[in-house]
């Protein structure tokens, strides 16, 4: 299983990106995918995950309302999209996949990960 995050780069405050996640799996039946993200010397930091069946979502409160997760079976594509962006929301993002339960909010949760795209919010 591979997946491959990008779409990363230098935005402004306030601008808005999108983050791609690419699978090599044609289905992830009974998985989340998830977006993750790591912070120069922070603790990984789970942001948004959806389900691949059903998908439902569940987004942390730090982004809830300007994040949104979203799936696209044909192409095996996640996005994040990135609103209202703050420096605070520099890090690095990972997307992940994993047979998680309830929340599925937790890093030890996703078995496969990508290598990551750096978002980098400054003026």
């Known amino acids: 299983v591979q997946l491959q995050a990008c779409g990363g780069g230098l935005v402004q405050p306030g601008c808005s990106v999108r983050l791609s996640c690419a699978t090599s799996e044609r289905t992830f039946s009974g998985y989340y995918i998830g977006w993750f993200r790591q912070a120069p010397g922070k603790e990984r930091e789970f942001v948004s995950r959806i389900r691949w069946n059903r998908g439902t979502v569940y987004t942390a409160d730090s982004v809830k309302g300007r994040f949104t997760i979203s799936k696209d079976n044909i192409n095996h594509m996640v996005y994040l999209q990135m609103n209202g962006l703050i420096p605070q929301d520099t890090a690095v993002y990972y997307c992940?996949?994993?047979?998680?339960?309830?929340?599925?909010?937790?890093?030890?949760?996703?078995?496969?990960w990508g290598q990551g795209t750096e978002v980098t919010v400054s003026s």
């Open positions: 992940a996949a994993g047979r998680g339960s309830g929340l599925a909010s937790v890093a030890d949760e996703y078995e496969y």
